[in-house]
């Protein structure tokens, strides 16, 4: 699994974006996939997690109906549609691969395995 993070960048309140997870490693669709975040000075933390089948998704409570995660395991890409964004959102994404973990557990970083190198989302007032 070779995880490569894009879409970031500077978007203005209010505005969207949309963030993409390639695995250009030898691909298992047994993957639950996570999107994760960090914001300067603070620690990392869940935003949003899909099973490996798609069915089932997890949000943090502060992205709720307004984030929305999807994959296509055709072309073994995770996607983070992220609508009316804030200042608060502004943070270093990361996603993350968990082979066979259930949704149940996808919120806890320490259950993934592998990791992409982050891309940055700017959201200015």
């Known amino acids: 699994v070779q995880l490569q993070a894009s879409g970031g960048g500077l978007v203005q309140a209010g505005g969207s974006l949309r963030l993409s997870c390639a695995d250009s490693?030898?691909?298992?669709?047994?993957?639950?996939m996570g999107w994760f975040r960090q914001a300067p000075g603070k620690e990392r933390e869940f935003v949003s997690a899909?099973?490996?089948?798609?069915?089932?998704?997890l949000y943090t409570d502060s992205v709720k109906g307004r984030f929305t995660i999807s994959r296509d395991n055709a072309k073994n890409t995770v996607y983070l549609q992220m609508n009316s964004l804030k200042p608060e959102d502004t943070a270093v994404y990361y996603c993350?691969?968990?082979?066979?973990?259930?949704?149940?557990?996808?919120?806890?970083?320490?259950?993934?395995?592998?990791w992409g190198q982050g891309t940055q989302v700017t959201v200015s007032s």
């Open positions: 490693g030898r691909t298992s669709s047994n993957n639950a």
């Open positions: 899909i099973s490996w089948r798609g069915g089932s998704t």
């Open positions: 993350a691969a968990g082979p066979r973990l259930p949704i149940t557990l996808a919120a806890y970083e320490y259950k993934y395995d592998y």
